[in-house]
């Protein structure tokens, strides 16, 4: 801030100049740019007023929830459901979703609002688009449980049963958090809760954040038998949808109880008929290894080379490692059919899928091990010839030197492919 | 034409008969509803039935900016041809000397310093007859955007007095109030910093209303506009939906007494003497930061700093940017509440005080061709 006489003499020479504004210090400040900017998101236009009130209000409406303060919160609901009638129709579509999550919050804790009041509006807000109706209907029959009006909330279920399972699939993992808290507040709450609840899963559909947590707490009041009998039914009634996660469910389970090899093998199979790339599947494979029927055997070959089929294995070099066990294994064993059988499907597209060239100089670059156990997969059903064995077994490498002697070792003996053809 | 062509012709009318009224006071009207615009088409006669292109007319989504009408204003006029519009002086309401009292007033600055501001406007020349009236064939057609230069010359007296530079306005507030705790028959000197405090609290409650009032506010009408016959079902629907269900929320909300709808007035704030929870500083002097030079009084601060070093020349619009974090507290403190005032952005008022300075100190500059070191001083 100097003497502003020489101001005056600077800024008449500095005027001359034709410059555009400038501040020192901070440098080049251009308000219209950041505009600009500002409307890329809504497509070049600038926001309206009406899109600035109804989000104010959304600020205002959360801002009111988290400080419990449920009187302001209605007050300003009550302007928020302007936005069903936004000219911009993502809002207008987006708009139910947030105004029910809202506005059932608000009622829930609102001292002034009652089950009815609860009841009206979870009915006007279902028939606002088909799978907000769904959605809606299960939220509604969870609110009414926790008021224990178990009739109502089964009423509301078993009439939707049909549709649930295919809409409900990623409706449940998205609000998994949010059900498994508050089936543990259920829970925690009284017994006859949980047995209502008992009535719920008994229902067709897929109830998974139900289901682990009722099976905690059976187990946990050391009901093993109860926790079994709902894992089974819930994994084997055919009634309801295929689903992955329950038989996960009843095997860990029974994995805990220490059950027999046998049952474990039988749960785990269906498992592999559903998903054959499952990581629980190199487990299944040491199970069936372990076993004593050749059937068993014969599967294990099966479920490894299955697991390989997929992409995301492809580096796994646990299954890469039992494979290569496992082969010779098989082959010593004179199994040789076996393997053929496996080979006859893969052939034409495992060469160019694991044992390229290319996989072969970007697996021994990134990982020397896996390299190896896949060389000798290869060695050993593509024969000495093939491009990967060959680039592994012209490596180098001092730390691997034995192993290598030892691979090729093995894929003289043991080569499937007959030199001579 | 449109809602916001039809808001500028009405003020084209306003000014034309030299109404005491501003662009910024008819577009708080708006605002506050007391003018209909935004569901205007509500008041219409049964039998106008509106439906197609009425509704990209009548479906208003934002308030009018000030600059947005200004513009206009300019264009109509244009159009229309209009003459050169009926003089504006001393005695008209919008000159420069009467709503620089009037916003002094709103503010709760004293009076005193309305001496300052007539001297400032004559010193640059916006009180003339010629400069204020509005002439639309003239060849740079503009006119003079009344409140928001009226306010630009109380922000350029207030850095003259307390050159806001964060340091010397805190200091002066010392001394007024060394002076005001010995001498409590007198008339008080003006404290700034006293002052700070009562337009902060005032003005931040008056924000949070405007910001929630804003937030809670209804577009849409009863009628709902829709294109065509295929819409209208639609549209209906959606009303009834949220009509039932605001019915539905507001039984929860209590029954709080409705708050009278305020009649319009140009003043957003009243001050009175002797209320002890909100001081009055109209009478308060301003000796305290006047100081005697010969036959007359001057400013105690001799310096000043310019809002804008230079000016754009380019092709932008603006001439000059705002970028708040460059400037004082006090001075961001007296722009916001300018700004809000008036509604209108901060940037367009400090615009406003760069121009006024760049005049005011050309002018200076342009008598004294010698480089005579004068300090500037007020001379009564």
Same mark, same amino acid.
């Given at each position: 801030?100097?003497?502003?006489?020489? #101001?005056?003499?600077?800024?008449?020479?500095?005027d001359d100049k034709e410059e555009s504004c400038?501040?020192?210090?901070?440098?080049?400040?251009?308000?219209?740019?950041? @505009?600009?900017?500002?409307?890329?998101?809504?497509?070049?236009?600038?926001?309206?007023?009406?899109?600035?009130?109804?989000?104010?209000?959304?600020?205002?409406?959360?801002?009111?929830?988290?400080?419990?303060?449920?009187?302001?919160?209605?007050?300003?609901?009550?302007?928020?459901?302007?936005?069903?009638?936004?000219?911009?129709? &993502?809002?207008?579509?987006?708009?139910?979703?947030?105004?029910?999550?809202?506005?059932?919050?608000?009622?829930?804790?609102?001292?002034?609002?009652?089950?009815?009041?609860?009841?009206?509006?979870?009915?006007?807000?279902?028939?606002?688009?088909?799978?907000?109706?769904?959605?809606?209907?299960?939220?509604?029959?969870?609110?009414?449980?926790?008021?224990?009006?178990?009739?109502?909330?089964?009423?509301?279920?078993?009439?939707?049963?049909?549709?649930?399972?295919?809409?409900?699939?990623?409706?449940?993992?998205?609000?998994?958090? *949010?059900?498994?808290?508050?089936?543990?507040?259920?829970?925690? &709450?009284?017994?006859?809760?949980?047995?209502?609840?008992?009535?719920?899963?008994?229902?067709?559909?897929?109830?998974?954040?139900?289901?682990?947590?009722?099976?905690?707490?059976?187990?946990?009041?050391?009901?093993?038998?109860?926790?079994?009998?709902?894992?089974?039914?819930?994994?084997?009634?055919?009634?309801?949808?295929?689903?992955?996660n329950a038989h996960i469910y009843l095997y860990?389970?029974?994995?805990?109880?220490?059950?027999?090899? #046998?049952?474990?093998?039988?749960?785990?199979?269906?498992?592999?008929?559903?998903?054959?790339?499952?990581?629980?599947?190199?487990?299944?494979?040491?199970?069936?290894?372990?076993?004593?029927?050749?059937?068993?055997?014969?599967?294990?070959?099966?479920?490894?080379?299955?697991?390989?089929?997929?992409?995301?294995?492809?580096?796994?070099?646990?299954?890469?490692?039992?494979?290569?066990?496992?082969?010779? $294994?098989?082959?010593?064993?004179?199994?040789?059919?076996?393997?053929? #059988?496996?080979?006859?499907?893969?052939k034409n597209w495992w060469p160019s899928f694991?044992?390229?060239?290319?996989?072969?100089?970007? %697996?021994?670059?990134?990982?020397?091990?896996?390299?190896?156990?896949?060389?000798?997969?290869?060695?050993?059903?593509?024969?000495?010839?093939?491009?990967?064995?060959?680039?592994?077994? @012209?490596?180098?490498?001092?730390?691997?030197?034995?192993?290598?002697?030892?691979?090729?070792?093995?894929?003289? /003996?043991?080569?499937?492919?007959?030199?001579?053809? | 034409?449109?809602?916001?062509?039809?808001?500028?012709?009405?003020?084209?009318?306003?000014?034309?008969?030299?109404?005491?009224?501003?662009?910024?006071?008819?577009?708080?009207?708006?605002?506050?509803?007391?003018?209909?615009?935004?569901? *205007?088409?509500?008041?219409?006669?049964?039998?106008?039935?509106?439906?197609?292109?009425?509704?990209?007319?009548?479906?208003?989504?934002?308030?009018?900016?000030? #600059?947005?009408?200004?513009?206009?204003?300019?264009?109509?006029?244009?159009?229309?041809?209009?003459?050169?519009?009926?003089?504006?002086?001393?005695?008209?309401?919008?000159?420069?000397?009467?709503?620089?009292?009037?916003?002094?007033?709103?503010?709760?600055?004293?009076?005193?310093?309305?001496?300052?501001?007539? $001297?400032?406007?004559?010193?640059?020349?916006?009180?003339?007859?010629?400069?204020?009236?509005?002439?639309?064939? *003239? /060849?740079?057609?503009?006119?003079?955007?009344? %409140?928001?230069?009226?306010?630009?010359?109380?922000?350029?007296?207030?850095?003259?007095?307390?050159?806001? %530079?964060?340091?010397?306005?805190?200091?002066?507030?010392?001394?007024?109030?060394?002076?005001?705790?010995?001498?409590?028959?007198?008339?008080?000197?003006? %404290?700034?910093?006293?002052?700070?405090?009562?337009?902060?609290?005032?003005?931040?409650?008056?924000?949070?209303?405007?910001?929630?009032?804003?937030?809670?506010?209804?577009?849409?009408?009863?009628?709902?506009?829709?294109?065509?016959?295929?819409?209208?079902?639609?549209?209906?629907?959606?009303?009834?939906?949220?009509?039932?269900?605001? /019915?539905?929320?507001?039984?929860?909300?209590?029954?709080?007494?409705?708050?009278?709808?305020?009649?319009?007035?140009?003043? $957003?704030?009243?001050?009175?003497?002797?209320?002890?929870?909100?001081?009055?500083?109209?009478?308060?002097?301003? $000796?305290?930061?006047? /100081?005697?030079?010969?036959?007359?009084?001057?400013?105690?601060?001799?310096?000043?700093?310019?809002?804008?070093?230079?000016?754009?020349?380019?092709?932008?619009?603006?001439?000059?940017?705002?970028?708040?974090?460059?400037?004082?507290?006090?001075?961001?403190?007296?722009?916001?509440?300018?700004?809000?005032?008036?509604?209108?952005?901060?940037?367009?008022? &400090?615009?406003?005080?760069?121009?006024?300075?760049?005049?005011?100190?050309?002018?200076?500059?342009? @008598?004294?061709?010698?480089?005579?070191?004068?300090?500037?001083?007020?001379?009564?």
């Open positions: 801030m100097s003497d502003f006489s020489e #101001e005056l003499i600077r800024s008449k020479t500095e400038v501040f020192s210090g901070t440098g080049m400040s251009f308000p219209w740019l950041q @505009k600009h900017i500002g409307t890329v998101e809504t497509g070049g236009k600038k926001e309206k007023d009406f899109a600035q009130t109804t989000s104010a209000c959304l600020g205002f409406i959360q801002e009111a929830l988290l400080k419990h303060q449920w009187q302001q919160a209605a007050d300003y609901m009550h302007s928020y459901f302007q936005i069903l009638e936004d000219s911009d129709s &993502h809002k207008r579509q987006a708009a139910p979703e947030i105004i029910w999550k809202l506005g059932s919050e608000i009622l829930f804790y609102h001292p002034k609002s009652s089950v009815e009041t609860f009841n009206t509006f979870a009915d006007r807000m279902k028939n606002i688009g088909v799978m907000n109706y769904l959605k809606i209907s299960l939220q509604h029959a969870l609110y009414l449980l926790h008021h224990g009006m178990l009739e109502d909330a089964n009423r509301n279920l078993s009439f939707h049963c049909t549709y649930i399972p295919h809409l409900l699939y990623p409706f449940i993992y998205e609000d998994d958090y *949010a059900y498994n808290t508050a089936s543990q507040n259920m829970f925690d &709450h009284s017994w006859k809760t949980s047995v209502n609840l008992r009535a719920l899963i008994q229902t067709p559909g897929v109830w998974d954040p139900f289901v682990k947590s009722y099976v905690e707490m059976l187990e946990f009041y050391g009901d093993q038998d109860g926790a079994r009998e709902v894992l089974t039914n819930y994994a084997y009634d055919e009634k309801f949808p295929s689903n992955p860990n389970f029974l994995k805990r109880e220490k059950a027999p090899r #046998e049952k474990l093998i039988s749960v785990l199979k269906i498992l592999y008929q559903i998903v054959p790339s499952h990581k629980l599947m190199l487990e299944f494979h040491r199970l069936l290894r372990k076993s004593e029927k050749e059937d068993h055997h014969k599967l294990g070959l099966e479920v490894l080379f299955g697991v390989l089929d997929f992409a995301g294995c492809t580096k796994n070099i646990t299954a890469w490692k039992y494979l290569a066990k496992y082969l010779r $294994q098989t082959l010593m064993g004179n199994h040789l059919a076996w393997v053929q #059988e496996e080979w006859k499907t893969r694991h044992f390229s060239s290319f996989w072969a100089k970007s %697996d021994w670059k990134e990982d020397k091990a896996l390299a190896c156990e896949k060389a000798l997969v290869a060695g050993i059903l593509l024969g000495k010839g093939c491009r990967y064995f060959r680039f592994i077994s @012209k490596q180098d490498d001092q730390v691997l030197r034995k192993k290598i002697k030892q691979i090729k070792k093995s894929v003289k /003996k043991h080569s499937v492919v007959n030199p001579g053809l | 034409m449109t809602m916001p062509r039809t808001l500028a012709f009405c003020y084209l009318s306003l000014l034309w008969q030299r109404e005491t009224i501003t662009l910024s006071d008819l577009l708080r009207f708006v605002e506050e509803g007391h003018i209909p615009y935004i569901n *205007a088409f509500q008041h219409f006669p049964e039998e106008m039935k509106l439906y197609g292109r009425d509704k990209g007319i009548f479906a208003i989504e934002s308030w009018p900016t000030y #600059e947005d009408i200004y513009k206009k204003v300019i264009e109509i006029a244009k159009f229309l041809d209009l003459p050169r519009f009926p003089d504006i002086t001393e005695d008209s309401y919008l000159h420069p000397n009467i709503l620089c009292m009037k916003y002094l007033m709103e503010v709760n600055l004293p009076d005193e310093m309305n001496d300052l501001t007539c $001297q400032v406007v004559k010193m640059t020349g916006i009180g003339e007859v010629d400069f204020l009236t509005f002439d639309p064939i *003239a /060849k740079m057609a503009k006119t003079v955007k009344y %409140d928001v230069q009226a306010v630009a010359v109380i922000v350029v007296v207030l850095k003259l007095l307390f050159l806001l %530079d964060d340091n010397l306005e805190w200091t002066l507030s010392n001394i007024a109030e060394k002076y005001n705790e010995k001498n409590k028959e007198d008339k008080p000197w003006f %404290d700034f910093r006293k002052w700070y405090q009562v337009m902060k609290k005032s003005i931040d409650e008056k924000k949070q209303k405007w910001e929630e009032a804003r937030a809670k506010y209804l577009w849409k009408s009863e009628k709902p506009l829709y294109h065509s016959s295929i819409d209208r079902a639609v549209v209906y629907k959606r009303r009834e939906m949220v009509v039932s269900l605001q /019915k539905q929320f507001s039984a929860l909300v209590d029954s709080a007494p409705t708050v009278e709808k305020k009649s319009p007035s140009s003043f $957003q704030f009243n001050w009175t003497e002797g209320d002890s929870a909100r001081t009055c500083f109209h009478g308060h002097g301003l $000796q305290g930061i006047l /100081k005697k030079k010969g036959q007359s009084l001057t400013t105690k601060n001799s310096l000043y700093w310019l809002s804008t070093q230079k000016f754009c020349r380019s092709y932008c619009k603006h001439v000059t940017t705002y970028e708040e974090s460059n400037f004082s507290l006090s001075y961001q403190f007296i722009i916001n509440l300018f700004s809000f005032l008036l509604r209108i952005k901060t940037s367009s008022l &400090h615009e406003e005080v760069s121009l006024i300075e760049k005049i005011l100190f050309k002018r200076k500059y342009g @008598k004294t061709k010698k480089k005579s070191r004068s300090r500037k001083g007020r001379k009564y």
